[in-house]
């Protein structure tokens, strides 16, 4: 199968004749051939998006509604197909990828041609930006990419996307549900390719913003390649999130739903959790409870399965994972469970748990994007927030225990988002982090700042 990119309506190859193969996560077996794009392809999508910018820019909220529409049901129509796919591409169940990304992005996408059937102060005009770019990261990249592609064009703005090489299935799908929904052509172009597009996406002038999520090292590139222009800029970028087990939690019985914020997508998407802190004193009860857990667990090797333990998305995040082990047990850490690879085919090893690792450490702070697994045991329970806080990056966390507990918790934690005795629930918001995790402007509506360009009008007409 080819992989190619979506410009001006249509699936197109690239003039450079290079291909990126894509492999698959499960078994290592070859999925895909895909194209890889280069400045040419970028300038010939821009160039086409600017073609349809006039006309598109003229329709009326009503016709942009209805093109949402138009969109929402063309991927409701093939759910649980898109969602096989992705989950294929990713490494994931088709399941989790149904509930959340597929159907996520059926639900922003109703959600926004719903909001501009609402009326609009008469002292505020609206103007859309003009050219947007959007770049994402290959995790449930349909939900991530629909987060920006629908407030961007319920303002009327024209789009080019670069989408993940790890994720290239996206593309596909995306431009069958443009062609589906009919979507003028050049209104939205997609492109296949690695960071290096990504840049070029973000420094081209003729682009007015820039939307992205990703790694931070190619977050940082883009906002490099933006900033000398001064341009909008709305960046998601990595992630520390911590999962917090209190006194009073029924932790024996929800072992396997506490499990499934690190296991699912193996520390490789910006839900997952990373770190877990417990009481000193259920410490030695709660390790019998997760070692008797991790030893039941089998190994995803099919998107149609419903195993939490999911293969890593490459080759080269295998020998990452044990690479940072082994840098952790450097730093005093003890491997408590895990990092050996299985005698499965694909890239699975087995998640790494990891215990006594200093607070101060460099494992603690940066992200990791795979499965290691930090317990950190503290004394009482005020120290918790005190050491999460600690991490310079703050996305999101999840708390087990009684309410009243999970109330003096969270709200000193220094996250955008506290999950409460559950876990991606498929009816997820979008959230920006704090601190480093996040950068730019984060207003996700259509008719806000960063997708339009927003007037105030005062005086008499």
Known sequence: MELQNFIGGAFVPSDSQKKIAKYSPFDGQLLAEVTASDAMDVIKAIQSAKKAAPAFKDLSRNERAQILQKMAQALENKAAEYAYQEALDQGLSQKFVLENSVQVAIQILRQTADSLKQELSPQVLVQPVGLVGIVTCWSLSLRLVTERLAPALAAGNVCVIKISEKSPI????????????????????????????????????????????????????????????????????SVKNASIILAGADFTNHMDEILRSFLIGQGQMCWNTSRLFILESMQKEFMESLKTALDKLEPLTDPSGSSAWTPLISAEAVEEVLKKTQSGVSEHGKVAWGAERTSSSGYFVKPVMMIDLPNCSVLQQDEIQGPLFLITPVKYQHEIAKWVNTSYLAHSAVIWGPPEKIDKVMGALE???????????????????????????????????????????????
């Not at 955008?416 to 920006?432: C, H, I, K, S, Y």
């Open 170 to 237: 996206t593309a596909h799908i995306l431009g069958e549900v443009l062609q589906a929904a009919a979507v003028p052509a050049g209104v939205v172009n997609l492109l296949q390719g690695d960071a290096e597009v990504g840049k070029v996406i973000a420094g081209h002038p003729s682009i007015h913003a820039v939307a992205a999520a990703g790694k931070t090292s190619t977050m940082e590139s883009i906002a490099k390649a933006g900033l000398s222009q001064f341009k909008k800029m709305q960046l998601s970028g």
């Open 415 to 461: 996250c955008a988002q506290v999950w409460m005795n559950e876990w991606m629930n498929g009816e997820d918001l979008t959230v920006f982090g704090h601190k480093q995790s996040s950068f730019g402007n984060p207003d996700m509506s259509w008719a806000g700042s960063f997708y339009s360009d927003v007037k105030i009008l005062t005086g008499t007409r």
